[in-house]
């Protein structure tokens, strides 16, 4: 298990595999070793072979994180309703779960289930109030839901955790954009500019700004 490890942070997913298939296949309850091949089965894309590995070890533990190693691995093998349901499940037992949540969150924005986003964004903010990852995805939801107000608060909560977080200042441009405070957004966007002159994000998000200001 230890070598899987190190093959692991080589990176050498293949490597990885192999070992922990016969680790597992000696001490085939070993928890840690069951997300540990999980994990890098979905790294080799292999998703339906992570959500089977999952489900035989939630028969013999009902565990959170397995439930959100299982969501995971079913969204990614495109059966998006049973992986929500697995999250879900996995979330409500362990808020700690923020993998979880986070994905969640967007499943609900896909789904234009807005509410439900919202919601979960809400809870996943208050358990990880210092969490940028976190608070960036509360702030696109509640962009999406209209309320400027709320994503802007989000949105000025991370740039003041992450200064550098660049796309936190962009969050921030683009409401002020959306409101009708284009020179604010031009003033944000060219001071971004001048830390990145290279960043064809933010010189396509300049160019957007002024079709929409008309200059």
Do not use: C
């Amino acid at each position: 298990k230890l070598l899987a490890q190190i093959a692991l942070t080589e990176p050498n997913v293949g490597r990885a595999v192999d070992l922990l298939e016969s680790y597992i296949k000696v001490r085939p309850g070993d928890g840690q070793a069951q997300l540990m091949l999980a994990s890098a089965y979905m790294s080799q894309g292999k998703h339906a072979k992570a959500a089977s590995l999952m489900q035989e070890a939630l028969k013999a533990a009902d565990s959170p994180q397995y439930r959100t190693v299982l969501g995971l691995s079913l969204l990614q093998a495109g059966n998006s309703p049973t992986g929500a349901d697995e999250l879900a499940r996995a979330y409500k037992a362990d808020p700690k779960q923020t993998a979880a949540g986070l994905a969640l969150v967007t499943v609900h924005l896909r789904n234009n289930q807005l509410d439900k986003a919202l919601a979960a964004a809400e809870t996943l903010a208050k358990a990880n109030p210092n969490n940028p990852t976190v608070l960036m995805i509360q702030a696109y939801a509640k962009t999406q839901a209209k309320d400027m107000e709320g994503a802007r608060a989000a949105y000025e909560q991370v740039a003041r955790l992450d200064p550098k977080l660049t796309d936190a200042q962009l969050g921030i441009a683009r409401l002020d954009a959306l409101s009708g405070r284009h020179a604010d957004a031009d003033r944000r966007l060219r001071g971004l500019l001048r830390a990145e002159p290279r960043n064809v994000n933010l010189l396509f998000e300049l160019a957007l700004l002024h079709e929409l200001w008309g200059k």
